[in-house]
């Protein structure tokens, strides 16, 4: 998992291979970049203990939804 931290105080813990509302995966997000209208503070590889992760699939067309305050995409098609 990663543990992102964003500059404006939001924070997630994500598969480093989830997307990103952008087309980057959140594995890609380094300290200083730009995303959702912040800067990334912090990213943390931390070891995931259980066998599985969940994603959901938005209602809408976009394809997008948000997650702690942060969007994100699903993966689910």
Known sequence: ?????????????VSPSHPTADGRTVGELEG??????SLVKSTEL?????YKTYDLLPAGNTG?????????ASTLR
């Open 64 to 72: 997008f939804y948000w997650a702690n305050g942060i969007l994100l």
């Open 46 to 50: 931390i070891p995931y203990q259980e």
């Open 1 to 13: 998992m990663v543990h992102l931290i964003l500059s404006d105080g939001r924070e997630l813990w």
């Open 32 to 37: 200083n970049d730009t995303y959702d209208r």
